[in-house]
T-cell receptor, first 114, second 111 residues
């Protein structure tokens, strides 16, 4: 099925461990995004990639790094996980940036840091 | 950053009832969107509004783009159990027009 695929779906980390969240889209979209969702906070943008080869910080980038591996894949890395990074992480993509282009979201990665 | 205000945080209604929710901001936006998030899934676009005063329907859903461009409303008529979920309003912000979300309203529907 066409769309945005995120792996893993669930993960438990110990404080200080590192991990990479994977995201891939098969819609030939140029722009990709990482959001985190916390109860009562909505979705907040962590990083985005307007096109292959570019990445930029969003609203809450501290503690994260990203890599736009190719047009399809956009990964999010936690170098040293902290309990404050316990959240649900969503990847999204759009054909281009801007109001005329809708976002397609993946089904999320639920991360718990203990 | 930009702030979209959605309240209350939770709403509880009886199946068959209508429900209305709104989203407000102190800033002007040219596009308003409404998303729904089913439990365990990512958000899905319900309705997009591009013109002040615009009223758009999608089945039992009706959304309006406020005339001041600072607010939007979503109405759900004759609610059914599958309407449960989180409803977010969203706007495009910043130089590169990235999607910014409100905090969402969790809707529960009692059979």
């Amino acid at each position: 099925n066409a769309g945005v695929t995120q792996t893993p779906k669930f993960q438990v980390l110990k404080t200080g461990q590192s991990m990479t969240l994977q995201c891939a889209q098969d819609m030939n979209h140029n722009s990709m995004y990482w959001y985190r969702q916390d109860p009562g906070m909505g979705l907040r943008l962590i990083y985005y990639s307007a096109s292959e080869g570019t990445t930029d910080k969003g609203e809450v980038p501290n503690g994260y790094n990203v890599s736009r591996l190719n047009k399809r894949e956009f990964s999010l890395r936690l170098e040293s996980a902290a309990p404050s990074q316990t959240s649900v992480y969503f990847c999204a993509s759009s054909e281009w940036q801007g109001p005329l282009y809708g976002y397609t979201f993946g089904s999320g990665t639920r991360l718990t840091v203990v | 950053g930009q702030q979209l205000n959605q309240s209350p945080q939770s709403m509880f209604i009886q199946e068959g009832e209508d429900v209305s929710m709104n989203c407000t901001s102190s800033s002007i936006f040219n596009t308003w969107l409404w998303y729904k998030q089913d439990p365990g899934e990512g958000p899905v676009l319900l309705i997009a509004l591009y013109k002040a005063g615009e009223l758009t329907s999608n089945g039992r859903l009706t959304a309006q783009f406020g005339i001041t461009r600072k607010d939007s409303f979503l109405n759900i008529s004759a609610s059914i159990p599958s309407d449960v979920g989180i409803y977010f309003c969203a706007v495009y912000t910043g130089a590169n027009s990235k999607l910014t979300f409100g905090k969402g309203i969790t809707l529960s529907v009692r059979p």
